[in-house]
């Protein structure tokens, strides 16, 4: 591997103009074909094998023409004090306004509360629903304006009036604090590499490299389905990612000039060495992310493989077009302590931070790891409570219209209303249809927790029924799950007796089986990215106990991340700090995805830390001098690395969107704790406890696994002629 890569690097140092032209007519085809390609709706959602998916596609199987996935808006009116909204002028406004709405553009229908009994019992409140024939982020702007000056023509003459549903959903934006994350990352790629060029050059492969990913996915959004959240999420971790792979290999090579080595020696042994380790954690990262499939959500393997793209992009331009820029810069990127070396003379080095701190950890490693230990499971506790869910119109802010609209019917029709349940009864298999349908919801209304029953509504064929119960409980509650398990227990007996089907659907019933699904693939999605990166770094590190010390520390630092985001997003902790203004239940994917991406994150450090480590104990270091010479070369880099990365996520969390926004801190805050407290604390202190047991592999298996030299020990054989700088570049340095 160390050699293959070595002579890569050299090859593009040398064809640089090739390399560089490469990558940028990539970037212009892919920018062309995002230009020109249909704009991207929001993705269709879908859960495979759940019993509301199964009803879903039987609605639209037996119901043809009725939009299943369409967006729908419902408008509410609210009559001033004192007043009912079936008073003649009240409900003139009303009348006139579901006309209007009825004769908009991509309306399918618009229904009038007056005949279908949308009106609440005190009178106070009355709604319209409104559906259309495309979904919420593709209608056309002209569609969205009809429906809010619609709602503002009722607001003049006098009523409340206010709109929830998915038909004014907006594209989600990050806002300002994303520019800010990667100012703040310029800014330590400055502090750690000394100039303003070297600094570039991670930000601007990364820009590239993101360019490429986020241009493909543009490109290919309407063809292959994917959301606006796709694009979001692989720039989030393609940007983090690409920024560090880069950094990585430009300290590695600064490192190398300061050998003595000449600039194209230099760049191979920085790819040979620093990029193997790039290498291994950008697989850790892609096992990580496309082991998303394993859910069986296809949204959310949309997202993991789209994100994993964007890293095997982030890879290869570190492996290829550093070098290449390298090349260009020539004698501006200089050795990392030419500087040094001309303040302090003939004076011995004073140690760097990371020898100071490594060197305390060893002398201490019982007290350091009991202290990290102990803090992290500190920041666990939240976790117990966690209760999970997904967001719907109750969650936003209550200055939108959205949750104004959730509030007034759930004020004037009971909190179950915004979650109305829908239970399809397949009476294809019946003697008797109707009776069938009739008995289903007989059944219903004799259930406890349920306030209205309609009656079924049959499709043309008479064959399959529609019947909407009204929950007294609000959707995200447990109670609400009780019913829908309820409804589905009395389904089966139904079924038995009178041969109809009887399935329940609608949002809530989704996010009740899709928080179900999430929760039973958590142990199998976890064995196998655990398994697979744990197998990865045996090849790695050519040990046992480090890759399970390192998949046992991952653990701690998602549960302590998993904790922190419980502590602000439902419990309410510092939530006006980061803009959360409701909380609520932690979203149902979060866990499964914060183990997938904050696992391939924590591997990152893992790799790039322990292999210096690794390193220098094969070259004959003792273990514990091994650690702090491991903690010299690469704690200043992993502790940047770590910052940019941080940064370049907390960014996200000014966006818009709630997923993002979670997602966003979950990942920063994962960070930190995988970084500062379990790689530079507990890693170091375990491996001093640990000694030379910490790299032994039995002999049967060091037989078996591959040697794929991440040390770089094969660049030893490599001839040496070149490994010198020539005697110019010598006098420029002592010059420097």
Do not use: C
Not at 348 to 369: E, Q
Not at 410 to 428: E, H, I, K, Q
Not at 601 to 621: C, I, K, Q, S, W
Not at 701 to 708: C, E, I, S, T
């Amino acid at each position: 591997m160390a050699t293959f890569l070595y002579r890569l690097g050299r090859l593009a140092f040398r064809r640089r103009h090739f390399v560089v032209l490469l990558w940028v007519a990539m970037l212009t085809l892919v920018g062309v074909g995002a230009a020109s390609a249909p704009a991207a709706g929001s993705g269709s959602f879908s859960i495979p094998g759940t019993e509301a998916q199964r009803a879903f596609d039987l609605l639209e199987e037996r119901f043809p023409g009725t939009s299943a996935d369409g967006a729908t808006a419902r408008v509410v009116f609210q009559a001033p004090d004192g007043e009912r909204m079936t008073d003649p002028g009240n409900k003139s406004i009303v009348e006139d306004t579901v006309r209007t709405l009825s004769d908009g553009a991509e309306v399918t229908s618009a229904t009038d509360p007056f005949t279908t009994n949308a009106v609440s019992e005190n009178g106070a409140v009355a709604y319209t629903s409104v559906t259309y024939d495309v979904s919420g982020m593709e209608l056309e702007d002209s569609t969205k304006d009809a429906l809010e000056a619609a709602a503002q023509d009722a607001r003049d003459a006098g009523l409340t009036v206010e709109i929830g549903g998915d038909a004014l959903q907006a594209v989600p934006h990050t806002g300002a604090t994303e520019i800010i994350g990667i100012a703040i990352a310029a800014v330590v790629l400055v502090i750690t590499l000394g100039s303003l060029i070297a600094a570039g050059l991670p930000l601007l492969t990364a820009m590239i490299g993101v360019g490429i990913g986020i241009g493909a996915i543009t490109a290919l959004a309407s063809a292959l389905d994917l959301g606006s959240t796709t694009s979001t999420l692989a720039m989030m971790i393609g940007l983090a990612v690409g920024i560090d792979y880069a950094l990585f290999i430009v300290s590695r090579y600064r490192a190398e000039l300061a050998e003595g080595r000449e600039r194209e020696e230099a760049v191979g042994r920085a790819v040979g060495t620093a990029g193997s380790a790039v290498v291994f954690a950008g697989l850790t990262v892609v096992i990580a992310l496309a082991g998303l499939a394993v859910v069986n959500i296809p949204m959310l393997t949309k997202m993991g493989l789209a994100a994993a793209g964007t890293v095997v992009i982030a890879v290869v331009i570190a492996l290829t077009m550093i070098p290449a820029l390298l090349g260009y810069a020539g004698r501006k990127i200089r050795p990392a302590d030419a500087k040094a070396k001309k303040r302090a003379g003939t004076a011995p080095a004073k140690p760097n931070m990371g020898t100071r701190w490594a060197s305390f950890v060893v002398r201490r490693p019982l007290a350091v790891l009991l202290i990290g230990v102990v803090g992290l499971g500190a920041a666990a506790i939240p976790v117990g409570s966690m209760e999970m869910g997904l967001p719907d119109d109750g969650s936003q802010p209550t200055d939108t219209t959205q949750r104004q609209a959730y509030d007034l019917l759930s004020d004037g029709f009971g909190p179950g209303f915004n979650g109305p349940l829908m239970v399809v009864t397949d009476a294809r298999a019946a003697a008797d249809p109707q009776a069938a349908a009739d008995q289903v919801a007989d059944r219903i209304e004799g259930l406890d927790g349920v306030v209205t029953v309609t009656p079924p509504a049959p499709n043309k064929a008479g064959d399959t029924y529609t019947i909407t119960v009204i929950p007294d409980s609000k959707p995200s509650s447990v109670q609400t799950e009780d019913l829908v398990h309820a409804i589905r227990d009395a389904g089966g007996e139904i079924t038995s007796d009178t041969g109809a089907n009887v399935l329940v659907t609608g949002t809530t019933a989704m996010n009740i089986d899709f928080s179900q699904k999430m929760n039973d693939a958590l142990i199998p999605y976890l064995a196998l990215v655990v398994g697979l990166a744990f197998l990865l770094l045996i090849l790695v590190f050519r040990s046992i106990l480090v890759p399970l010390k390192a998949a046992l520390g991952f653990l701690l630092s998602v549960l302590a991340a998993l904790g922190a985001v419980v502590a602000v997003f439902q419990w309410g902790w510092f939530a006006n700090v980061i803009g959360v203004e409701e909380t609520g239940p932690i979203m149902s994917m979060m866990p499964i995805f914060m183990v997938g991406v904050v696992f391939g994150l924590a591997m990152d450090y893992e790799v790039f830390l322990v292999t210096r480590m690794r390193e220098a104990f094969v070259h004959g270091e003792q273990p514990t001098q091994a650690v702090v010479t491991g903690f010299k070369h690469g704690a200043r880099v992993v502790t940047a690395a770590a910052v940019i990365m941080m940064a370049v996520f907390a960014g996200f969390i000014g966006s818009s969107e709630a997923m993002v926004k979670m997602i966003g801190f979950g990942l920063a805050i994962a960070v930190l704790f995988d970084a500062f407290v379990v790689r530079m604390a507990i890693v170091p202190a375990v491996l001093a406890l640990l000694g030379k047991r910490a790299w032994w592999l039995p002999g049967w298996l060091d037989r078996v696994v591959p040697n794929v030299d991440v040390e770089g020990e094969g660049l030893k054989s490599l001839s040496s002629d070149a490994d010198r700088r020539d005697p110019d570049e010598e006098k420029e340095l002592a010059r420097v």
